[in-house]
């Protein structure tokens, strides 16, 4: 089956670049995420990106995406102190569903 | 109300209570879904109605009953759970096109306890 795999703790100062890493092993996703899962709260969209794409920017984030290699990845830029939440790897293949990576969790230090 | 919302936000129930939980999406979407989210696990999808069929996770056990009487509710019956069964229920809802996915916007959760 599916599988989505990510590191599960990350620690930046504040100011530098975050990076998040995942794997996928669906070779036919068509879909890739990122979700941010802020505490108590619920999954919120951040960006994707089509399989087709290799790169992705929106403001702050950039997404590259490696098909070869099934790599996805998320960089943030200047990461504040309210960056620091869960993000969420997912890939939707042909079966019309979701798969989450158990998230990684960004810790932000001044 | 915005987006997908989600009652109650906390639950506390004992093993033998029923209780259900609540989900309601305002986005005019076609699809919704139940996870569940467990402490260092992944989120596990455990049911999905799209375009009016439901699609189930056959791993979920039958002591979880969903229930979606139209496109913008959805509900979770829940009945003589266990105690692993304590965790973030997540709903979510997405607008399904020709069998494609597009993205989904999650509630913020029901946080339930079994005791």
């Known amino acids: 089956g599916e599988d989505v795999e990510q590191s599960l703790f990350l620690s930046v100062r504040e100011g530098d670049s975050s990076v998040i890493n995942c794997t996928y092993t669906?070779?036919?996703?068509?879909?890739l995420y990122w979700y941010k899962q802020e505490p108590g709260a619920g999954l919120q969209l951040l960006t994707y990106?089509?399989?087709?794409?290799d790169m992705k920017q929106d403001q702050r984030l950039t997404v590259l995406l490696n098909k070869k290699d099934k790599h996805l990845s998320l960089r943030i830029a200047d990461t504040q102190t309210g960056d620091s939440a869960i993000y969420f790897c997912?890939?939707?293949?042909?079966?019309?569903?979701?798969?989450f990576g158990t998230g990684t969790r960004l810790q932000v230090t001044l | 109300e915005t987006g997908v919302t989600q009652t109650p936000r906390h639950l506390v129930m004992g093993m033998t209570n029923k209780k259900s939980l609540k989900c309601e999406q305002h986005?005019?979407?076609?699809?919704m879904y139940w996870y569940k989210q467990s402490a260092k696990k992944p989120l596990e999808l455990m049911f999905v109605?799209?375009?009016?069929?439901?699609?189930e996770n056959n791993s979920v056990p039958s002591r979880f009953s969903p229930e979606c009487p139209n496109s913008s509710h959805l509900f979770l019956h829940l009945h003589t759970l266990q105690p692993e069964d304590s965790a973030l229920y997540l709903c979510?809802?997405?607008?399904?096109?020709?069998?494609?996915?597009?993205?989904?916007?999650f509630g913020p959760g029901t946080r339930l306890t079994v005791l």
């Open positions: 669906d070779s036919s996703s068509t879909y």
């Open positions: 997912a890939e939707a293949g042909t079966a019309s569903k979701l798969t």
């Open positions: 990106i089509f399989s087709n794409m």
């Open positions: 109605y799209s375009l009016e069929e439901r699609v």
């Open positions: 986005l005019g979407h076609n699809a």
């Open positions: 979510a809802s997405s607008q399904v096109f020709k069998g494609d996915l597009a993205y989904q916007f």
